[in-house]
């Protein structure tokens, strides 16, 4: 079966050093693979998918399909990321997302 | 507000009862997706609508759950005979669905307490 796994529930990292949120998933095929933010007291919403390869609030995140991997970075943290992260895949446009269990990501001062 | 919305945001019941959420998706969103969220969890699957039709529904979707969009609109999602493992935030998501990319847009909740 299809699994996101996100090994960290909870990561504490100071203000203006890297972030890395690692993420893997379990799927034979091409996933569409995201990841998505819930700041406190807001909804879900996505952060950022991987065929868009963009960089949103500065974060960036890579697919590497040998490791299935797909870990979210970011050079330097700022208090505001602290946050709920959640990693998800999807196997076809439309169908369901799966998610991971989330990793509590706290900016340090 | 343009984004989903649910109803109710809370709901607190006694085990035995019935429950019935609402949600509505963004206006002009054909598909529509439930989710149940728990403690620690990540969101999880539950079922989802293309317009009326109900397209696919998680093992997870007991046979006190069921899922209705009648009129390719808002949703309901009921629950009988609740039980405390029904406890949980129950998610709805909408996305347009009829272009190359369709992000699901999520609504705030519907926190359930089963007592």
């Known amino acids: 079966a299809q699994r996101v796994t996100q090994p960290e529930k909870l990561l504490s990292v100071f203000k203006g050093a890297p972030v890395e949120l690692k993420c893997n998933y379990s799927?034979?095929?091409?996933?569409?693979l995201f990841w998505y933010v819930q700041y406190s007291r807001q909804r879900l919403q996505l952060l950022l998918r991987h065929i868009s390869r963009e960089s949103i609030k500065g974060f960036t995140a890579d697919l590497n399909k040998g490791e299935t991997s797909f870990h979210l970075k970011k050079p330097f943290a700022q208090e505001e990321d602290s946050a709920m992260y959640y990693c998800?895949?999807?196997?076809?446009?439309?169908?369901?997302?799966?998610f991971g269990k989330g990793t509590r990501l706290h900016i340090l001062p | 507000d343009t984004g989903v919305s649910q109803d109710p945001r809370h709901k607190i019941t006694k085990r035995g009862q019935n429950v019935t959420f609402r949600c509505d998706p963004i206006?002009?969103?054909?598909?529509l997706y439930w989710y149940r969220q728990t403690l620690g969890q990540g969101p999880e699957f539950l079922t989802y609508f293309q317009n009326e039709a109900q397209l696919e529904k998680s093992r997870l979707l007991s046979d006190r759950f069921s899922a209705e969009r009648p009129k390719g609109s808002f949703s309901t999602l009921e629950i009988q005979r609740t039980e405390q493992g029904d406890s949980a935030m129950y998610l709805c998501?909408?996305?347009?669905?009829?272009?190359?990319?369709?992000?699901?847009?999520f609504g705030p909740g519907t926190r359930l307490t089963v007592l």
């Open positions: 799927y034979s095929g091409s996933p569409e």
């Open positions: 998800a895949l999807q196997l076809n446009r439309d169908d369901k997302i799966i």
């Open positions: 206006s002009e969103h054909n598909r």
């Open positions: 998501a909408s996305s347009l669905g009829t272009v190359s990319y369709n992000e699901q847009f």
